[in-house]
């Protein structure tokens, strides 16, 4: 669960948060740190050296089937994606899953990935960078993803001052 379970998906808002995130603090150094609302304890943020990956959206639990919830999920992306290329241009593509085979099979990925999958945003990113003016240099990224059918999906954006490329696959990939 995250801070944002029960709020309803808010285009303009959404693409403002993710824009604010160009001038968010980054650690230079240290361990990832995730932070939990003080209260419930739900997912707020994540930092590590680098970047800060946060929840955007998350959807509720009366979502109905499935399928049909991942697909309202994927639009809402898709509408976040097509305002923010109007901000940034063009997206490309980031295949969150490799690290995810990295990871169940034991090799380490990148903190940013693995911070990612331990708050289970397990969709692909769609990504800018390195993107001008605030936060020059910066990367930025969106999914929406969920580790399971049971689990809600979750909406995240991550900004990191380096570029964000997924890891080599396995070698038997």
Same mark, same amino acid.
């Given at each position: 669960?995250?801070?944002?379970?029960?709020?309803?998906?808010?285009?303009?808002?959404?693409?403002?948060?993710?824009?604010?995130?160009?001038?968010?603090?980054? &650690?230079?150094?240290?361990?990832?740190?995730? $932070? *939990? @609302? %003080? /209260?419930?304890? +739900?997912?707020? #943020?994540? !930092?590590?050296?680098?970047?800060?990956?946060? &929840?955007?959206?998350?959807?509720?639990?009366? $979502? *109905? @089937? %499935? /399928?049909?919830? +991942?697909?309202? #999920?994927? !639009?809402?992306?898709?509408?976040?994606?097509?305002?923010?290329?109007?901000?940034?241009?063009?997206?490309?593509?980031?295949?969150?899953?490799?690290?995810?085979?990295?990871?169940?099979?034991?090799?380490?990925?990148?903190?940013?990935?693995?911070?990612?999958?331990?708050?289970?945003?397990?969709?692909?990113?769609?990504?800018?960078?390195?993107?001008?003016?605030?936060?020059?240099?910066?990367?930025?990224?969106?999914?929406?993803?969920?580790?399971?059918?049971?689990?809600?999906?979750?909406?995240?954006?991550?900004?990191?001052?380096?570029?964000?490329?997924?890891?080599?696959?396995?070698?038997?990939?």
């Amino acid at each position: 669960m995250t801070v944002r379970a029960g709020r309803p998906f808010d285009l303009a808002r959404t693409a403002a948060e993710v824009a604010a995130l160009l001038t968010a603090p980054l &650690p230079a150094a240290g361990p990832t740190v995730a $932070e *939990g @609302d %003080p /209260d419930t304890g +739900e997912w707020r #943020a994540t !930092a590590g050296e680098g970047f800060r990956a946060v &929840p955007l959206w998350e959807s509720g639990d009366d $979502e *109905g @089937d %499935p /399928d049909e919830a +991942e697909e309202a #999920a994927e !639009a809402l992306l898709d509408a976040l994606v097509a305002e923010l290329e109007t901000r940034w241009g063009p997206h490309h593509r980031v295949a969150v899953h490799v690290a995810l085979l990295l990871k169940q099979e034991g090799t380490p990925v990148p903190p940013l990935f693995d911070a990612l999958l331990d708050e289970d945003c397990c969709g692909d990113l769609g990504a800018w960078g390195p993107l001008p003016g605030p936060g020059e240099g910066r990367w930025v990224g969106v999914s929406v993803g969920r580790s399971d059918g049971d689990a809600p999906l979750v909406m995240a954006a991550v900004v990191s001052d380096r570029p964000i490329t997924a890891p080599p696959p396995p070698a038997w990939l």
